[in-house]
């Protein structure tokens, strides 16, 4: 008799009341019935939920599972048949080889752990300015607007050689493409502003280069429309999820006092501090995959054609890889976890955002000793999470300090 398969039968990214940091409840109740569920995508395409640890890592390993945007299913939407089309020239996360790596291999050594400790310097003077900024202006202060966007933004714009006067702009638009609240048209027209601004830049790169990554691949055989595709997909994942990193994990720290102040008096506890707030907090919550193939997968037959939801922040909370998995514990010892991925697609910017989070963090505890929430944690507003790709995050978080 076969074994007992659960099924999940409705998709919720809604986060229990009073527990902003844990996965929906969907998921977890899931995981609890072992690591892969059966799930009906809406249309009635049959698919499969991936929550357990080692079998994501087997998935993202296992170039039999297809990361091709127009394979790809919605979690909660019935497109009615359409059929989608590849990924535009350049955006290599949806992608499978050689495609993949016509865009991915020219950007690898421009992230190397080496030369992005490089940059740690220019890290902490943008740091600096934040909080100078901040301090000047006193508490109240929004963290997000004031501190935990600005860093990632200033940091992400110089590396592509953006101007100084165009930050803000890039900002806004990177905002309004990934505002799931706000009407698709609007979404269209701040796609289609950054894209046409990132031409712009593209030209003025190949008239003039300067010290930065995207005029180095100018030089090489990258096409404009190429080089455009590349430059949004860096600047959206650097942008958003660090930006919500360093919210959210203070937000995190603030409710833990105990693992804050931890991390405020032992700087040695940084790097290690860090790589538990990636496992537990996963921003880059959800991913999807497609099996090319018949493929076998925890005891099952994966069949071709079928798609796959991955989810990354039940695998960052598996017991059976995490000693009590829902505790944030800073002196936790081993990382392993799965929140920049795994395999060919794992994050290429993971080392940049750790050197921002490393510096960024103990900076801000240090400046503000007596940092707190400025409302009950309660009133703190999530961000929407609608589509399967949305990262995790908050609107806002309102903060204060003893001046």
Request: include cysteine; hydrophobic fraction near 40%.
């Amino acid at each position: 008799m076969a074994e007992f398969l659960h099924t999940v039968t409705t998709w919720s990214t809604a986060r229990r009341p009073g527990c902003p940091f844990d996965p929906p409840t969907e998921l977890l109740e899931a995981r609890r019935h072992g690591p892969l569920s059966r799930y009906t995508f809406p249309g009635g395409k049959a698919g499969w939920l991936v929550t357990g640890y080692d079998l994501i890592r087997t998935v993202l390993a296992d170039p039999r599972f297809s990361s091709r945007k127009e394979l790809m299913l919605h979690p909660t939407i019935d497109y009615g048949g359409i059929e989608f089309s590849p990924a535009p020239p350049g955006e290599f996360l949806f992608m499978d080889e050689p495609r993949h790596g016509r865009y991915r291999k020219p950007l690898m050594g421009k992230f190397t752990v080496r030369r992005i400790r490089l940059l740690a310097e220019r890290v902490e003077e943008i740091t600096a300015e934040q909080l100078d900024a901040m301090e000047k202006a006193g508490p109240p202060a929004d963290l997000v607007t004031a501190f935990a966007k600005p860093v990632p933004t200033i940091m992400m714009c110089g590396l592509l050689g953006v101007e100084h006067g165009d930050r803000d702009f890039f900002q806004e638009q990177v905002d309004a493409f990934r505002n799931v609240e706000a009407p698709r048209e609007d979404l269209m027209a701040a796609y289609t502003a950054t894209q046409e601004h990132l031409a712009e830049l593209v030209a003025a790169k190949r008239a003039r280069p300067t010290d930065d990554v995207l005029s180095d691949l100018t030089g090489g055989d990258l096409t404009d429309e190429e080089l455009v595709g590349i430059a949004l997909i860096l600047l959206a994942a650097g942008l958003d999820t660090t930006t919500n990193m360093l919210a959210l994990g203070t937000f995190a720290l603030l409710r833990n006092p105990g693992q804050l102040a931890a991390l405020r008096d032992d700087p040695e506890l940084t790097d290690q501090a860090v790589e538990e707030l990636l496992r537990y907090l996963s921003v880059g919550k959800t991913f999807m995959r497609t099996a090319l193939e018949d493929v076998e997968l925890g005891g099952r037959t994966i069949r071709a054609g079928s798609p796959l939801i991955l989810s990354y922040n039940t695998a960052n909370r598996d017991p059976e890889r995490f000693a009590d998995p829902h505790v944030l514990d800073l002196h936790r010892k081993g990382g392993g976890h799965l929140a920049f991925g795994h395999g060919i697609h794992q994050c290429l910017g993971q080392q940049l955002a750790r050197v921002q989070m490393r510096v960024a963090f103990p900076a801000l505890l240090n400046r503000f000793p007596t940092l707190r929430l400025a409302v009950p944690a309660e009133e703190i507003v999530l961000r929407p999470e609608v589509d399967i790709a949305d990262v995790h995050g908050v609107k806002s978080l309102p903060v204060t300090w003893d001046a």
